[in-house]
């Protein structure tokens, strides 16, 4: 059984936050500067106090800009840093070797117009602090490629000189991932609920290689709090796994594919979450989350980007 993922305790610091700062960790105030760590990395920094959020560290923009100096390859100084930031992670997970999620996240990202959802690079179950390192440097370089290029030309975004900072955060071998929506992002309806989920890793839910069950829960005045007013249960084909070496997308097994995927109490804690959540922020929130032995784990949480076209 893997182990479970470290909760992100918050490191005392007092370095200034206009001081350069290659690697900040998740809980710390540097974690939080929009500017520095992306629009992914803020906002679960400033959650990763309160919730479950695992464990990791951030090479920030600083780290980027060292690198395009020296031809977008991790400098010998900071590729030791990477590795003492694994170390510590070692650490506090109680593995030797912790299995990790490496994501990019740039300062224009996951705003209340642009999500950038699946432009940049996401590797995950990456082993090893030299691994670490080559996926950093990889996730860097998808900052410059040309679906990229082409969200940002489409969306009135700067395509030279992007800033692009990235997380190492400790894996969820999920057994079933979700992305909650704290306002139906189709209608509008504030009231609902929406979740999206399916078996393993989130990839193949984000990525849209499987169709997901749906549903939809509205809070009520009962004790349980929420009712699943929508019950849409797919044929879930495909499921992604960690592997040696990454990940891999496998065929469902034959009796769980037309199996709901979350049980009510499991969709009531999401929606709570969601919701919760939603009142921290001060906006609707996207999240993204996984179950992992029936504890719920959040990876991510970003604006809903279509309300506004939903006419609400």
């Given at each position: 059984?893997?182990?479970?993922?470290?909760?992100?305790?918050?490191?005392?610091?007092?370095?200034?936050?206009t001081?350069?700062?290659?690697?900040?960790?998740?809980?710390?105030?540097?974690?939080?500067?929009?500017?520095?760590?992306?629009?992914?990395?803020?906002?679960?920094?400033?959650?990763?106090?309160r919730?479950?959020?695992?464990?990791?560290?951030?090479?920030?923009?600083?780290?980027?800009?060292?690198?395009v100096?020296g031809?977008?390859?991790?400098?010998?100084s900071?590729?030791?840093r990477?590795?003492?930031?694994?170390?510590?992670?070692?650490?506090?997970?109680?593995?030797?070797?912790?299995?990790?999620?490496?994501?990019?996240?740039?300062?224009?990202?996951?705003?209340?117009?642009?999500?950038?959802?699946?432009?940049?690079?996401t590797?995950?179950?990456?082993?090893?602090?030299?691994?670490?390192?080559?996926?950093?440097?990889?996730?860097?370089?998808?900052?410059?490629a040309?679906?990229?290029?082409?969200?940002?030309?489409?969306?009135?975004?700067?395509?030279d000189?992007?800033?692009?900072?990235?997380?190492?955060?400790?894996?969820?071998?999920?057994?079933?991932?979700?992305?909650v929506?704290?306002?139906?992002?189709l209608?509008?309806?504030?009231?609902?609920?929406?979740?999206?989920?399916?078996?393993?890793?989130?990839?193949?839910v984000?990525?849209?290689?499987?169709?997901?069950?749906?549903?939809?829960?509205?809070?009520?005045?009962?004790?349980?709090?929420?009712?699943?007013?929508?019950?849409?249960?797919a044929?879930?084909?495909?499921?992604?796994?960690?592997?040696?070496?990454?990940?891999?997308?496998?065929?469902?097994?034959?009796?769980m594919?037309?199996?709901?995927?979350?049980?009510?109490?499991?969709?009531?804690?999401?929606?709570?979450?969601?919701?919760?959540?939603?009142?921290?922020?001060?906006?609707?929130?996207?999240i993204?989350?996984?179950?992992?032995?029936?504890?719920?784990?959040?990876?991510?949480?970003?604006?809903?980007?279509?309300?506004?076209?939903?006419?609400?």
């Amino acid at each position: 059984m893997a182990a479970e993922p470290a909760r992100q305790a918050a490191p005392s610091v007092s370095a200034p936050l206009t001081a350069r700062h290659e690697i900040v960790w998740l809980g710390e105030p540097h974690a939080e500067v929009r500017g520095l760590v992306g629009g992914k990395v803020a906002p679960l920094s400033r959650l990763a106090a309160r919730y479950r959020v695992p464990g990791g560290f951030c090479l920030t923009t600083d780290a980027h800009q060292l690198a395009v100096v020296g031809g977008h390859a991790l400098p010998a100084s900071l590729q030791r840093r990477v590795a003492e930031a694994y170390g510590r992670l070692a650490e506090q997970t109680g593995q030797a070797q912790p299995s990790v999620a490496v994501r990019s996240s740039a300062v224009d990202e996951d705003g209340a117009e642009t999500s950038f959802a699946g432009q940049h690079d996401t590797y995950l179950n990456v082993i090893g602090a030299e691994a670490v390192g080559a996926a950093i440097v990889r996730c860097w370089e998808s900052a410059r490629a040309p679906r990229v290029l082409e969200y940002r030309r489409q969306h009135g975004l700067a395509t030279d000189g992007a800033s692009i900072a990235v997380l190492v955060q400790q894996l969820v071998v999920a057994d079933v991932s979700g992305v909650v929506f704290s306002a139906n992002p189709l209608t509008g309806n504030r009231d609902e609920v929406v979740v999206n989920a399916s078996w393993g890793l989130g990839e193949s839910v984000v990525g849209g290689s499987v169709t997901p069950d749906t549903f939809v829960v509205r809070a009520t005045g009962d004790p349980a709090g929420w009712q699943v007013t929508v019950r849409t249960v797919a044929e879930k084909r495909k499921m992604t796994v960690a592997v040696a070496g990454g990940t891999r997308e496998v065929d469902v097994p034959r009796l769980m594919a037309r199996q709901p995927s979350l049980s009510d109490a499991q969709l009531r804690e999401m929606a709570g979450l969601a919701r919760d959540l939603e009142a921290t922020m001060g906006w609707p929130v996207d999240i993204e989350c996984a179950y992992r032995d029936d504890v719920l784990y959040l990876l991510q949480c970003r604006p809903i980007t279509t309300l506004a076209a939903a006419g609400r």
